[in-house]
């Protein structure tokens, strides 16, 4: 029985692809998500996921089924509709929710017309929810390198990038890093979610950004332990969830996010941070 | 007076929504180290004024100079503090944030930052979280938090608000501490009876007119008008 929790992964090497990308991909988005939620962001990282589209179509409509080409896409256009909204509610005061939510269905409409004029049917489910089992060593080395840079940037701009969610008219005041904090942190996140739609798809990688963050909430009060806590929710939904589609013959993008959804509502209902079933609840938001 | 005895110059300022501005030009020359009140009914335009000396919105017509550097110079406290009550992080994260940019080993940090929770007694809360302060705490949290800046200006927003009758002793202690170390400062303040016996210049801000002197006199005739 302990065995089966382990077999596939020893005895199949797409299926240790697809443990190493999957971990590594939780790993890089738990902080991400985590600011996301604190920043009062959480759907934006869906908008940007239906954003790439268009860019990963045009990549595949010049170049044909390369990995390389329709992640350039898709990172090209994550970056412009982020940048695109961004600017919009800068200058003109849109609120950035709004601004998202009105220019990622432009590009989402665009993508599904792109992909249509480019004569064949690029499986537009496998973008969007992807397939872990289809992880090989170029795109699991991508991965890699993604998630140790960002990382390593998140690390540099950690300080700035607190500052700039918490009380930005004072970053502002001390420090001229705060514009630049904002959109490297929007980089990051465009950047994940485009390697991720290699390997989970672009819809499931927001699940597995903002799940573990919004479950970890309910776990702790401070900062750093809520990372820790998300990335470890992260990666063990990740090992459940190709488990589960394993043995139940399951798409594996969907069942890493119906675990993370899983630790959510467990989270939600027994977390000892104003849980349901806690006593101390705290029913308005302060 | 020559420049370097000054901090803040306003030369024919005005300012307010675009089109409708708030007060007639405003000429106004405040030297460094000096204390300020800034007084006057709401909406008169107090909270606007300082977000233009902050430098946080632009002037309608007319030009101001602040002699402080663009970063970290000047200490801004804002009327209305919009602070994230579930942001995961204690009172001593918020405090330090205050050595943003500061060359100091992590032995002075310590000294420095107990050394201002004790002053604004708030030694014992450090490890509370945001969500577990009141209004009071987080406001004295967010002073001691400009005490830690090495700020050449202090903007204060109606920054004692908040607080309770030893929180006010405290404060107007501070005040008067930073004039005496040379800081700047500009206190919005409604307050009127503390500001005339603590604050000697005082500027008045209304829409017919601002008028700049001592606040013995200009509050006594605030006094007056709202009467008649």
Known sequence: MIDQLWQPFIEFTFMRRALLGGLLLAVSAAPLGVFLMLRRMSLIGDAIAHGILPGAALGFWLAGLSLVAMSLGGLLAGLAVAGFSALVSRRTGLREDASLAAIYPISLASGVLLLGLAGKRLDLLGLLFGS?????AETLRAILWVTLGSLAVFAAIYRALL???LDPLFLRRVSRYGPITHGLFLG???LNLVVGFQAIGALMMVGLMMLPAAAARFWSRRLLNLIAIAALIGMAS???GLLLSYYASLSSGPSIVVMAGGA???SVMCGPVHGLFRRRYLSIPQ | MGRTFRMILCDQLQWG???????PPLDL??????????IGSNGCGKSSFLKVIAGLQRPLSGRISVSAPRFGGIGYLVQQQAIDRQFPIDLRELVSAGFWGQRLDAGQRRQRLEQVLF???LDGLEARPLQALSGGELQRALLARASLMQASLLLLDEADAALDDTGQTLFWRHIHDWVRTGRTLVVVSHDLGRVRQEIGQCLVIDRLGCRYGPSGSLIGEAAYCQVA
């Open chain 1, 188 to 190: 990051l996140v465009v």
């Open chain 1, 132 to 136: 872990a089992l289809a992880v090989d």
């Open chain 1, 238 to 240: 990740v090992w459940a």
């Open chain 1, 264 to 266: 959510y509502l467990f």
């Open chain 2, 119 to 121: 002053e604004w007694q």
């Open chain 2, 29 to 38: 020359e405040l030297p460094k180290g000096s204390l300020t009140a800034v």
């Open chain 2, 17 to 23: 929504a675009a089109g409708c501005p708030l007060t």
């Open chain 1, 163 to 165: 500052l700039d969610s």
